[in-house]
């Protein structure tokens, strides 16, 4: 299972960027998919979560009101657009996906990762 993210980049605070992971399925078809990011000299933390079954996105409390997950389960995307983007969003954004049972706001329980995206906020 691969994980291909691509988006990140360069933007001014408020400003907006949609970042996109597509994930090439081989011995699943459905699973939990996820953003996280890692700031420098930080730990890496859950920015968004899209349950496989339908349930309510779930956001952490520093992006909530201004991020947005979505996918497209046809074309295996998951999406995370980012709006009145801060100069704390400043970090490497990671995409991943699991496909335990386990508790979805856990990192350690996704088995899956991509290679991450910079994004980087100028303030």
């Known amino acids: 299972v691969q994980l291909q993210a691509s988006g990140g980049g360069l933007v001014q605070a408020g400003g907006s960027l949609r970042l996109s992971c597509v994930v090439s399925?081989?011995?699943?078809?459905?699973?939990?998919a996820g953003w996280f990011r890692q700031a420098p000299g930080k730990e890496r933390e859950l920015v968004a979560i899209?349950?496989?079954?339908?349930?309510?996105?779930v956001y952490s409390g520093s992006v909530r009101g201004r991020f947005t997950i979505s996918r497209q389960k046809a074309e295996n995307t998951v999406y995370l657009q980012m709006n009145s983007l801060k100069a704390d969003d400043t970090a490497v954004y990671y995409c991943?996906?699991?496909?335990?049972?386990?508790?979805?706001?856990?990192?350690?329980?996704?088995?899956?990762w991509g290679q991450g995206t910079q994004v980087t906020v100028s303030s």
């Open positions: 991943a996906a699991k496909t335990n049972s386990g508790q979805l706001d856990r990192i350690a329980n996704y088995d899956y």
């Open positions: 399925q081989r011995t699943f078809s459905a699973y939990d």
């Open positions: 899209m349950p496989w079954r339908g349930d309510r996105p």
